[in-house]
């Protein structure tokens, strides 16, 4: 596709359960990102994929929160035993690493409710 | 701690007037800075960067200034149209090419007709 897709859209999903969020990024962009706005916040970075790499998790805000890449492309972020704090919009990006600039293209994001 | 600080969460500007983002960050690491706007219902795009080699980049309207001694970036646009009402957030990295980048919370900016 022409931009970076995610999906869904919208979830809405009882407190305790799990969740996956999904993002296809641009073609040819080997590095993959994931950040989250949670209500009158700024960008909070989650996670950061880059080619064969082992991930940068260092954002991730607890062990219920988990991220895989498969085949270099897609990706899914998994959220399990979700709490209300997790409400947020989950924003997914990819960029084409190298001299050329390292401007991130985001996707729409995903927008979580736990109710 | 929030190491990159939008401290105005929303600004009002007449439209042809100039609008004036600013931007405030902690970490003398960070070395590259962007400027991202957002739409509602979308997700963040890419509007203009600088490195810390300079102190001015211009692009069409948009206009970012930084100040590596006081750690302060600006986002100029000259003139503000209806278009440009959208949150604009303020990023910054620790080196052209480093993708890891810190945002700051956004202004929400709104040109009034």
């Known amino acids: 596709g022409a931009g970076v897709s995610q999906s869904p859209s919208n979830k809405v999903t009882e407190k305790g359960k799990d969740v996956e969020l999904r993002c296809d990024p641009i073609?040819?962009?080997?590095?993959l990102y994931w950040y989250r706005q949670s209500l009158g916040q700024g960008l909070e970075f989650l996670i950061y994929?880059?080619?064969?790499?082992?991930?940068?998790k260092s954002g991730l805000p607890s062990d219920r929160f988990s991220a895989e890449r498969t085949g270099g492309s897609v990706s899914t972020l998994t959220i399990q035993r979700t709490q209300q704090e997790d409400s947020a919009v989950y924003l997914c990006?990819?960029?084409?690493?190298?001299?050329?600039?390292?401007?991130?293209?985001f996707g729409e994001g995903s927008w979580l409710t736990v109710v | 701690d929030q190491q990159v600080k939008q401290n105005s969460p929303s600004l009002s500007v007449q439209e042809g007037r100039i609008s004036i983002l600013n931007c405030d960050y902690t970490?003398?690491?960070?070395?590259?800075f962007l400027w991202y706007k957002k739409y509602p219902a979308e997700g963040p795009t890419f509007l203009i960067s600088?490195?810390?080699?300079?102190d001015k980049n211009e692009d069409g309207r948009f206009t970012v200034f930084l100040n590596k001694s006081a750690k302060h970036l600006s986002l100029h646009i000259v003139p503000s149209q209806p278009g440009d009402s959208a949150v604009y957030f303020c990023?910054?990295?620790?080196?052209?090419?480093?993708?890891?980048?810190?945002f700051g919370t956004g202004t929400r900016l709104t040109i009034i007709p």
């Open positions: 990006a990819s960029s084409l690493v190298g001299n050329s600039g390292n401007t991130i293209y």
């Open positions: 990023a910054a990295g620790p080196s052209f090419g480093n993708e890891k980048l810190t």
């Open positions: 073609s040819g962009h080997t590095a």
């Open positions: 600088i490195s810390s080699i300079k």
């Open positions: 994929f880059q080619g064969n790499s082992a991930p940068d």
């Open positions: 970490n003398s690491m960070f070395d590259y």
